[in-house]
């Protein structure tokens, strides 16, 4: 089993109460159900920080994106078309042995 920590939390009267309620229900302990919430809020609570971080990072591209046009400007040439274009000439001049 996984070793466990106490920790003394406060709840207000009303939560107190319908956490019993819960854990008598299910047939399990108070500790049990407070474990069980903390694990699905944690595993959300990683969703949105990821998601933020991520979000966070499309916007830091962005405004880099936005200081290197300012700063050069636009290349108007196509950077795929003329990287397969400078791939074929170089595998051309291989197969002619002049590489």
């Known amino acids: 089993m996984t070793q466990l920590y106490r920790t003394q939390v406060l709840l207000e009267r009303e ?3 319908s956490l ?3 854990a008598a229900a299910a ?3 108070m500790s049990e159900v407070i474990r069980e919430a903390v694990a699905v809020y944690l595993v959300d609570h990683s969703k ?3 998601k933020r971080q991520a979000l966070d990072a499309i916007a830091r591209l962005s405004e880099l994106r936005q200081q290197l046009v300012e700063e050069y400007g636009i290349y108007e040439g ?3 078309a003329e990287a ?3 791939r074929d000439a170089d595998m051309e001049r291989v197969w002619r042995g002049e590489a």
């Open 78 to 80: 196509d950077l795929l």
């Open 15 to 17: 939560q107190h109460e």
């Open 84 to 86: 397969r274009e400078e």
């Open 20 to 22: 019993q309620q819960l």
């Open 48 to 50: 949105e920080w990821k």
């Open 27 to 29: 047939g399990r302990s």
